[in-house]
């Protein structure tokens, strides 16, 4: 069974920064896309960015250029460097691990941008 532990997150001003982290437990990390994803009050939740475990990564439009992933794959954690953050980047974010039919969610960490 995977189990994904979200940190990291808190209030920042704009344009500050924060980086997250997820801790994964289980076997097989590197199998596993491990993604973020956000959700906002009364929006749905998308997609932020995510990692293979060669390393392969994709971005969001809207964080392109300012947010970066990436993956220990020896201490099982994925990070995400969140740069010159906006209010509009206001949301839980959570972490999500995906491989064949396995879907795993972690229970969210709130990040408030605010002046």
């Known amino acids: 069974q995977v189990q994904l532990v979200e940190s990291g997150g808190g209030l920042v001003h704009p344009g500050g920064s924060l980086r997250l982290s997820c801790a994964f437990s289980g076997s097989f990390f590197t199998v596993y896309r491990i993604g973020w994803y956000r959700q906002a009050p009364g929006i749905e939740r998308e997609l932020v960015a995510d990692i293979l475990g060669d390393g392969t990564t994709y971005y969001g439009s809207p964080v392109k250029g300012r947010f970066a992933i990436d993956r220990d794959n020896t201490k099982k954690t994925v990070y995400l460097q969140m740069n010159s953050l906006e209010p509009e980047d206001t949301a839980v974010y959570y972490c999500?691990?995906?491989?064949?039919?396995?879907?795993?969610w972690g229970q969210g960490t709130q990040v408030t941008v605010s002046p």
């Open positions: 999500n691990a995906k491989y064949r039919a396995g879907n795993f």
